[in-house]
């Protein structure tokens, strides 16, 4: 890949310099490369052109609930989870063989339901009932990466995309600490984790709207940065494209498979989509988002944008946080099934909103390897 700045002719003293004060920088991903430093490419890429499999229309936009459903949300504090400040952070402790969901619920109407208990909610993993050790629904900082096409059909689109950006950024819990990816068909991080906007707005800038779109390569590598170095649990993939993934060395079923690894994020996507590719880059989009408990939205005016980036600020804020020990060890590994349901009396049907499932033990297989 092509450094954004290319360092070729920099003198041996000085590359010695800046390569010692990275070594230095123990929060820099080894994935995402910034827009100073190459990537270097996996040395057996995968057709650029997989197939998507099948996947479901996205979920309509859950919108403010009714008034007689804006009780004000329990936080309840169990005695196996705990929460604490870190360096200014909001640190969240679990079990080592908890499993955490963070779950959205609306009702028949999609109307965004908040005032509901812990005995609401009935958590099942592979089919078997588990029992929920843990439960809050507070409004938690989180960490996210903002992953921003730069492909040349964006050109047009960016100054408005990035204000929405810059408004999620500012509609969310001022504890977040976010990173900016821009892509094309190459990936920089552009800003690792910070709440300052004015380095958010000068990374969301840096536009060079060009080359093709390496969609999978950018969320996987994001997603890894958010694992290793987001020191919040709650992790969150914020993602807007305009086109069909014909770049990346990763295929979109592998892609989905890293998302779901354990401690994965919750991936929200935007696709400002033409007509001509509209099916396979929908299903790629709805695909991700799905599995990993987020929603896709697919605007037909750029207009609509910023109004979206508030939805998705709204979502993450008023999200239940369930925890379990599931009754297959994870140490045992494998694929693991997650279905949630909740109900209440005063509502019809409620729907739950989380990831669909996990790979047990890749995170410490992951930390372990780091």
């Given amino acids: 890949m092509r450094p954004r700045n290319s360092l070729a002719f920099v003198p041996i003293l000085l590359t010695l310099f800046l390569t010692v004060a990275a070594g230095a920088q123990d929060s820099f991903p080894s994935g995402v490369p910034s827009h100073s430093q190459?990537?270097?490419?996996?040395?057996?890429?995968?057709?650029?052109?997989?197939?998507?499999?099948?996947?479901?229309p996205a979920a309509s936009t859950p919108a403010d609930p009714p008034s007689d459903a804006t009780a004000t949300p329990k936080s309840t504090q169990p005695p196996q989870s705990q929460t604490e400040q870190d360096q200014g952070g909001f640190v969240f402790h679990k079990q080592v063989?908890?499993?955490?969901?963070?779950?959205?619920?609306?009702?028949?109407?999609?109307?965004?339901?908040?005032?509901?208990?812990k005995g609401a909610f009935t958590v099942f993993e592979d089919g078997k009932p588990q029992t929920i050790i843990s439960f809050r629904h507070e409004d938690i900082p989180v960490a996210m990466g903002i992953?921003?096409?730069?492909?040349?059909?964006?050109?047009?689109?960016?100054?408005?995309?990035n204000k929405a950006a810059i408004n999620l950024v500012k509609a969310s819990n001022a504890q977040d600490q976010v990173f900016i990816v821009n892509f094309n068909d190459e990936y920089y991080l552009d800003q690792d984790f910070t709440a300052d906007l004015n380095k958010l707005r000068e990374a969301l800038e840096k536009v060079e709207t060009r080359g093709g779109t390496a969609l999978y390569d950018a969320v996987?590598?994001?997603?890894?940065?958010?694992?290793?170095?987001?020191k919040l649990e709650k992790k969150v993939l914020f993602v807007v494209t305009d086109g069909e993934d014909n770049a990346s060395r990763e295929s979109l079923e592998q892609a989905v498979k890293r998302l779901q690894e354990e401690?994965?994020?919750?991936?929200?996507?935007?696709?400002?989509l033409g007509e001509e590719r509209q099916r396979r880059a929908k299903k790629a989009l709805q695909l991700m988002t799905e599995r990993t408990g987020g929603i896709s939205f697919f605007p037909k005016s750029l207009d609509e944008v910023d109004e979206i980036s508030k939805q998705v600020a709204h979502d993450i804020r008023n999200q239940y946080t369930?925890?379990?020990?599931?009754?297959?060890?994870?140490?045992?590994?494998?694929?693991?099934?997650?279905?949630?349901?909740?109900?209440?009396?005063?509502?019809?049907?409620?729907?739950?909103?989380?990831?669909?499932?996990?790979?047990?033990?890749?995170?410490?297989?992951?930390?372990?390897?780091?």
Avoid: C, F, W
């Avoid at 996987?220 to 987001?230: D, I, Q, Y």
């Avoid at 045992?332 to 990831?355: E, F, H, M, P």
């Avoid at 996990?358 to 992951?366: F, H, L, P, T, W």
């Fill in 97 to 117: 063989d908890e499993v955490l969901l963070h779950a959205t619920v609306v009702d028949d109407k999609q109307r965004m339901v908040t005032n509901l208990d």
């Fill in 147 to 161: 992953v921003i096409d730069n492909s040349g059909s964006m050109r047009e689109k960016r100054d408005k995309v």
């Fill in 263 to 272: 401690n994965g994020p919750t991936v929200y996507a935007i696709g400002l």
């Fill in 38 to 56: 190459e990537k270097s490419k996996p040395s057996d890429p995968k057709p650029a052109d997989s197939k998507p499999e099948d996947a479901k």
């Fill in 220 to 230: 996987v590598a994001s997603g890894e940065h958010l694992k290793k170095n987001g």
């Fill in 322 to 370: 369930l925890g379990y020990k599931p009754s297959n060890p994870k140490s045992s590994g494998g694929y693991r099934q997650i279905k949630v349901d909740a109900k209440s009396k005063g509502y019809g049907k409620l729907t739950v909103r989380t990831k669909s499932g996990y790979y047990a033990g890749q995170e410490r297989a992951s930390s372990a390897g780091d």
